[in-house]
């Protein structure tokens, strides 16, 4: 007789569909498969993009989104949610009018706000429902320096944003800092009113499509297995810098993370 299949917790996701496959669903796919779980993808937008540049971002219609992810949480056992790139206003509001029914899902909010060339793709008044929406609903904030700076215009260090953010009300604020000009990358880790812990890691050669989609999916998948926040925070970074580590390119422009490095790893040790 065979066994009864075992539950996989399952991370709602609302991103942007990435056509070259190296960020938005498609990343958030495979870093919360890598984590064990299940993904449930909400499109936000469909973009016209390659590994160099987003070249435009059509968003979705915020009546489709919250039919589409009230479908799911009604049906699926979902344990954590993830948002990336939500370009517009009204998908902020959207997005915060289904959070509000399920206050007990931690939530990794990853501020897309410009693409890896700088191209924006969140105006102003959306950084601020994002700001004033989702930041108080937020278990894990992972901006990078530079989005961290653009949230907290009023901080004079990135110090002083990481303290700015956690007033509006997230309980954990991550700033990466690949985009910082230091020897190796920091990650600085604020929450309790303070600086928790910094992350030191090799500095990798090259740019990579991908990675904070990587980082903040990798945590939500390991908040829905149940870890502590702060365990997930360092295995999440642990398991990015491994993908980073084995990227590939495909295209003419940024690396792709090789997200599912561990699979070969398995494989390899299987022959």
């Not at 979705?60 to 049906?75: H, K, M, N, Q, W």
């Not at 903040?216 to 398991?239: C, F, K, M, V």
């Amino acid at each position: 007789m065979s066994s009864p299949p075992t539950t996989v917790p399952t991370v709602l996701v609302f991103a942007g569909l990435d056509p070259t496959g190296g960020a938005g669903l498609q990343a958030d796919i495979e870093a919360i498969a890598s984590m064990g779980c299940h993904a449930a993808p909400v499109a936000t937008a469909l973009t016209v993009q390659d590994t160099r540049d987003v070249h435009a971002s059509y968003p979705v219609d915020p009546g489709t989104l919250i039919e589409s992810a009230r479908a799911v949480l009604e049906d699926l056992p979902v344990a954590a949610c993830k948002v990336g790139l939500a370009g517009s206003v009204a998908l902020v509001e959207a997005i915060h009018s289904i959070l509000l029914d399920y206050p007990e899902l931690p939530l990794v909010l990853d501020p897309v706000l410009a693409s890896g060339a700088g191209s924006p793709l969140a105006a102003g008044d959306t950084q601020a429902a994002l700001v004033d929406l989702l930041l108080p609903r937020t278990t894990v904030f992972t901006p990078n320096s530079r989005e961290a700076r653009a949230l907290a215009p009023e901080a004079d260090s990135l110090e002083a944003a990481g303290q700015a953010l956690l007033d509006r009300g997230c309980e954990l604020v991550l700033i990466t800092g690949t985009h910082e000009a230091t020897p190796r990358v920091v990650n600085l880790l604020y929450g309790n009113l303070r600086q928790l812990e910094s992350f030191t890691w090799d500095r990798l050669p090259g740019e990579y499509h991908g990675s904070g989609c990587t980082l903040a999916s990798a945590i939500a998948g390991l908040l829905a297995q149940g870890h502590e926040p702060l365990t997930a925070i360092r295995q999440a970074q642990e398991y990015t810098w491994e993908s980073l580590k084995h990227a590939y390119r495909t295209g003419r422009g940024q690396l792709i993370p090789n997200r599912l490095f561990w699979a070969r790893s398995t494989r390899a040790s299987r022959t």
